[in-house]
């Protein structure tokens, strides 16, 4: 498939995607799974795999599928890689890496942070979140925070947009919630590519391509010939952008 280009080119493409139900639903398909390592170390495997380099990939091949009905659905097509099963077992994982040990802990944290705009602004303040553990065990343990019962029930909010078009339009969706930071110090642990590009430049492409994205037509971007990973990344450190 080539190189990947960024997750903000990953959100883009899930444009054509159709409707999701529930994370929740997702993740109670994942629970079987096991143990795993960090989404970095996940990333970092696929990166030598040939086929999928990151995420962004993982989803794009997920397209084919028609309706995205579960994460599960896209992490099994993931199977056939051999060194990624789902995104449960990559952050059962990360308990290894000392610093992350789990979401539910970065949730409880985020307490403090107030409503969620976009997911630029999310990754702006979530520098001070700290551990994670699992995704699995996060979203079981947010039900006793008050505001924050599942990401099941936030989700279940957005589906009355219809298409999700990009991330960014979820969460504005979601500034009922209330209770996030922002992955940015666990994302921060999980730069692709061995660091070669700083998790802060692809945030901020991120950032300046979200609104334009959501004018982007269903079938403009099913014709659409994605740049280069390289190319924007590079355009993005060359250029930095500058944050509000």
Known sequence: MGLIHTLEQCLNRM???GLIHTLEQRLNRVQTVG???TLEQCLNRVQTVGLIHTLEQCLNRAQTVGLIHTLEQCLNRMQTVGLIHTLEQC???TQTVGLIHTLEQCLNRTQTVG???TLEQCLNR???VGLIHTLEQCLNRVQTVGLIHTLEQRLNRVQTVGLIHTLEQCLNRMQTVGLIHTLEQCLNRMQTEAGTFSLHEIISVIARTATEA???TSNEMANE?????SSILCRS???PIKSN
Do not use: G, K
Request: proline residues 8%; charged residues 10%; hydrophobic residues 40%.
């Open 237 to 239: 450190r060359c250029h």
């Open 126 to 128: 979530m520098q001070t």
């Open 15 to 17: 444009q054509t995607v």
């Open 91 to 93: 952050l059962n994982r």
């Open 115 to 117: 409503l969620i705009h």
């Open 35 to 37: 143990l795993i390592h």
């Open 225 to 229: 010939s994605a740049p280069p990973r």
């Open 214 to 216: 959501q004018f982007i």
